[in-house]
């Protein structure tokens, strides 16, 4: 892909997966760093990485506008923020531990488990 033609396609990626997040309460690493790896061609780190920097501006404009809508607690968020922080410091040193096939596999793991909880959800609710 051409730098504009790349641009143009993670900006478009990127607010599909943020609208897809939101609506379905899932984090959007669940869907970019698949797309990231399978069709941009990053590394498994890189994506990962990407990933996690992307969290922050989306759950700071997420908690800002539930905020607004009288949704949430804002306090309580930022003391998860912080502790998430801290999470992502050693979730990012054990990922760099990694190989990438491992962390590949530790990744689709990860994917498999959300995505029996989504159905499960969506069964119980009925």
């Known amino acids: 892909m051409t730098g504009a033609v790349l641009v143009v396609t ?3 990626f990127g607010v599909v997966t943020g609208g897809a997040a939101g ?22 780190h890189e994506a990962e990485a990407t990933s996690l920097l992307v ?5 700071i404009v997420a908690s800002v506008v539930l905020h607004r809508k009288g949704v949430g607690n804002l306090k309580v968020a930022l003391r998860f923020g912080l ?3 801290g999470g ?20 689709a793991l990860f994917l498999g488990i959300v995505a029996v ?4 959800d969506s069964l119980l609710a009925r």
């Not at 959007?28 to 990231?36: A, D, E, H, I, K």
């Not at 969290?55 to 759950?59: F, M």
């Not at 410091?89 to 590949?104: D, E, N, Q, S």
């Not at 909880?117 to 499960?120: A, E, I, P, T």
């Open 10 to 12: 993670l900006v478009a």
């Open 23 to 44: 609506l379905l309460g899932v984090g959007g690493g669940t869907l970019l760093v698949p797309f990231l790896t399978l069709a941009i061609g990053m590394s498994q």
């Open 55 to 59: 969290v922050l501006p989306t759950a």
């Open 83 to 85: 502790l998430g922080a």
């Open 88 to 107: 992502g410091v050693l979730g990012a040193l054990l990922a760099l531990a990694l190989p990438g096939h491992v962390l590949r596999i530790v990744f």
């Open 117 to 120: 909880r989504l159905v499960r």
